[in-house]
């Protein structure tokens, strides 16, 4: 059984900050890449952040320099920090497990909006 478990959405306002979590069993944790995809209303699913299991990330361009990705291994957990948030950023956050075989998260909802 694999899963994905996220936490940490819900409603901010413009400038402020979320800090998502998703914690993983079923899989070799240290082994996967683990990202963050985001999907707002009438968009494609797009990528937000990932960190290769060697600890390499790439951000969105709209993203870098607000948001952080990061990972405790030892947690089997991936983090998303989301600072300077902006209205634009609403919407549904899923977490990407990509190694052997790929799996998503259930998503999670944040809204920015004042």
């Known amino acids: 059984q694999v899963q994905l478990v996220e936490s940490g959405g819900g409603l901010v306002q413009p400038g402020g900050s979320l800090r998502l979590s998703c914690a993983a069993s079923g899989i070799i944790f240290s082994a996967y890449a683990m990202g963050w995809y985001r999907q707002g209303p009438g968009k494609q699913r797009e990528l937000v952040a990932r960190m290769s299991s060697g600890g390499v990330t790439n951000y969105a361009d709209s993203v870098k320099g607000r948001f952080t990705i990061s990972r405790d291994n030892a947690k089997n957990t991936v983090y998303l920090q989301m600072n300077s948030l902006k209205p634009e950023d609403t919407s549904v956050y899923y977490c990407?497990?990509?190694?052997?075989?790929?799996?998503w998260g259930q998503g999670t909802q944040v809204t920015v909006s004042s």
């Open positions: 990407y497990a990509d190694g052997r075989f790929s799996y």
